[in-house]
């Protein structure tokens, strides 16, 4: 059975012939015949001998169709086992960040096969894509083109999360598109302004929430909000419209529910606003409420101190927690 660990995936696998040279990191290719001595495939293992760790058989990273083995055409078996459509590729992909394969050739053949499907993606589809690559750590100048063509004007059908990772991919390939950026804070603002106008509150209202759901509603929109900022300051694209708009539904969802909030979310949060000398006293003191509970390691919390101070903002809270966890620490070295 042929087998891969990190290795080179050709798209076409009824034609698997020939040494692919790859780029990748710690990875040697080596050319082996099957039980068929005519044919040529190839097999890649570690350089280090006898590290067989995660290999996966080849074909699991493919679709595959239950009518292949049932007397059809060997050129329609090869239609079959080509990736003709977004939903495989993008079961390729899922499959390969999965199995973690970091070979370069497997995610550029799913580029140029992206070029061809390009109009028949959706949306959500591009951004999940251009998130996994990020996720197997893949940059690729040519997928954020072709997204950024793709995408530039559709971003209305995109979800908050879905625009979150949008920005966050952007922010991490360093590929600071400043209309891009314009145009995903436009959708947000004008997401929240129509949200607030509609907002309508219902008195005596008996409808039951589940409070876990809730709940996770509101992580889950902290969380977008977070990376949404952490991006646009990545990038260095001020939009104080945004970072007010943002800031008002922050300080709701802080207050709306017991939850805990990722240490490493409000140091990011007061990052973002500090990047362009945004003081926001209202969510900075929602924000210092949290701090009280947070294990946020003292590094960070230095940074948080000296962030503060250059924005000139003073609070009681935030003042007790640096002078007992920063004062302890220094104390204690």
């Known amino acids: 059975m042929l087998r891969i660990a990190l290795s080179c995936l050709p798209l076409n696998l009824a034609?698997?012939?020939?040494?692919f040279i790859t780029h990748c990191r710690s990875m040697c290719p080596?050319?082996?015949?099957?039980?068929?001595?005519?044919?040529?495939?190839?097999?890649?293992?570690?350089?280090?001998?006898?590290?067989?760790?995660?290999?996966?058989?080849?074909?699991?990273?493919?679709?595959?169709?239950?009518?292949?083995?049932?007397?059809h055409s060997s050129a329609y078996v090869e239609n079959k086992r080509r990736i003709n459509t977004v939903n495989q590729l993008m079961y390729v992909a899922r499959k390969g960040l999965r199995c973690q394969v970091f070979d370069c050739h497997l995610w550029h053949e799913l580029y140029d096969r992206s070029l061809d499907l390009a109009p028949e993606f959706t949306p959500r589809q591009w951004v999940e894509l251009l998130h996994i690559y990020k996720r197997i750590k893949m940059r690729h100048t040519g997928l954020l083109d072709l997204v950024t063509r793709e995408l530039l004007y559709r971003l209305d059908s995109l979800q908050l999360e879905d625009l979150s990772k949008l920005a966050l991919c952007f922010g991490w390939h360093g590929y600071c598109h400043r209309d891009m950026f314009s145009r995903i804070a436009d959708v947000v603002i004008t997401r929240l302004t129509r949200t607030r106008m509609e907002e309508v509150?219902?008195?005596?209202?008996?409808?039951?929430?589940?409070?876990?759901?809730?709940?996770?509603?509101?992580?889950?929109?902290?969380?977008?909000?977070?990376?949404?900022?952490?991006?646009?300051?990545?990038?260095?694209?001020?939009?104080?419209?945004?970072?007010?708009?943002?800031?008002?539904?922050?300080?709701?969802l802080l207050k709306s529910k017991e939850m805990l909030i990722p240490p490493g979310f409000l140091a990011k949060v007061f990052a973002s606003y500090a990047r362009f000398g945004y003081r926001h006293v209202p969510l900075f003191d929602a924000l210092s409420k949290e701090m009280l509970t947070a294990k946020i390691p003292i590094e960070q919390l230095s940074r948080i101190e000296h962030m503060v101070k250059s924005l000139d903002y003073n609070n009681e809270i935030l003042n007790a927690v640096f002078a007992y966890r920063l004062g302890n620490s220094v104390q204690a070295g």
């Open 30 to 71: 080596v050319a082996t015949l099957s039980r068929s001595s005519h044919s040529l495939r190839n097999s890649f293992k570690a350089c280090i001998n006898g590290n067989n760790t995660g290999w996966v058989p080849l074909e699991e990273l493919y679709p595959t169709e239950s009518d292949e083995a049932q007397g």
């Open 201 to 252: 509150p219902e008195e005596g209202s008996n409808e039951v929430t589940d409070e876990s759901e809730s709940t996770n509603i509101a992580m889950s929109k902290i969380t977008s909000y977070t990376h949404l900022l952490g991006a646009f300051a990545t990038c260095d694209h001020g939009h104080k419209e945004l970072f007010e708009a943002v800031a008002v539904e922050l300080i709701q």
């Open 15 to 19: 034609e698997y012939h020939g040494v």
